[in-house]
């Protein structure tokens, strides 16, 4: 089964920025449309951003456009997803899966807390 490994969480203040990276095997980022999910204490899962295995297409939430920017290097089997002016309500654990399909099981997530 394919496994998404997610880094680059972290504790910051109101307006500061961030950088997650997702990483996977080789056949994930050279095949499949991934993205990056979170999950607020207390709320459902939800999703953030997205981009195709191509690098063709990105989709964003629309509470995070034009703050955040989702990227991949196919050849690093790497996804970042660069977060700028963070808000209290970006807080939550940030996971990175296949979008819209998960192709795998949801792993530990990374933590984000945006203090005001």
């Known amino acids: 089964q394919v496994q998404l490994i997610e880094s680059g969480g972290g504790s910051v203040q109101t307006g500061d920025s961030l950088s997650l990276s997702c990483t996977g095997p080789e056949r994930t980022f050279n095949s499949y449309n991934i993205g990056w999910f979170r999950q607020a204490p207390g709320k459902e899962r939800e999703f953030v951003a997205g981009?195709?295995?191509?690098?063709?297409?990105?989709q964003y939430a629309d509470s995070v456009k034009g703050r955040f920017t989702v990227s991949r290097d196919n050849a690093k089997n790497t996804m970042y997803l660069q977060m700028n002016n963070l808000k209290p309500e970006d807080t939550g654990v940030y996971y990175c899966?296949?979008?819209?399909?998960?192709?795998?099981?949801w792993g530990r997530g990374t933590q984000v807390t945006v203090s005001s």
């Open positions: 899966n296949g979008a819209p399909v998960p192709i795998s099981s």
């Open positions: 981009i195709t295995w191509t690098k063709s297409e990105q």
